[in-house]
């Protein structure tokens, strides 16, 4: 089992930047891929960044690609997201994921095993 727990959410106007972290505890042993996700209420959960460990592969989703950078330390224990430029429309609910490992559906929520319980980002005017 692994255990996620993110921090790091709050209010900002446009423009501005936040750090979003996420700790892992658990056994992290043959967790190799790691992501970000975002929910608003009414919509379904959209994959943000991923990255996986042994290769460094990271994938991002279009509409953040050189706003957002995820990464995750070498004992693998925090998962990170900086996320700079901040967009209204980037306001939502930031989930961290993992999961075994591949590069196959990597932005797809429903092949992530792992959770935390999220943090709210609220960009505003």
């Known amino acids: 089992q692994v255990q996620l727990v993110e921090s790091g959410g709050g209010s900002v106007q446009v423009g501005g930047s936040l750090s979003l972290s996420c700790a892992a505890s658990g056994n992290t042993n043959g967790i190799y891929r790691w992501a970000w996700f975002r929910q608003v209420p009414g919509k379904g959960r959209e994959g943000v960044a991923s990255?996986?460990?042994?290769?460094?592969?990271?994938f991002y989703r279009d509409s953040v690609k050189g706003r957002v950078a995820i990464s995750l330390d070498n004992a693998k224990t925090t998962l990170y997201l900086q996320m700079n430029t901040l967009q209204i429309e980037d306001t939502a609910m930031y989930y961290c994921?993992?999961?075994?490992?591949?590069?196959?559906?990597?932005?797809?929520?429903?092949?992530?095993?792992?959770w935390g319980q999220g943090t709210q980002v609220t960009v505003s005017s």
């Open positions: 990255i996986l460990t042994y290769r460094g592969t990271k």
């Open positions: 994921a993992s999961r075994g490992g591949g590069d196959c559906g990597a932005l797809l929520w429903a092949t992530y095993r792992y």
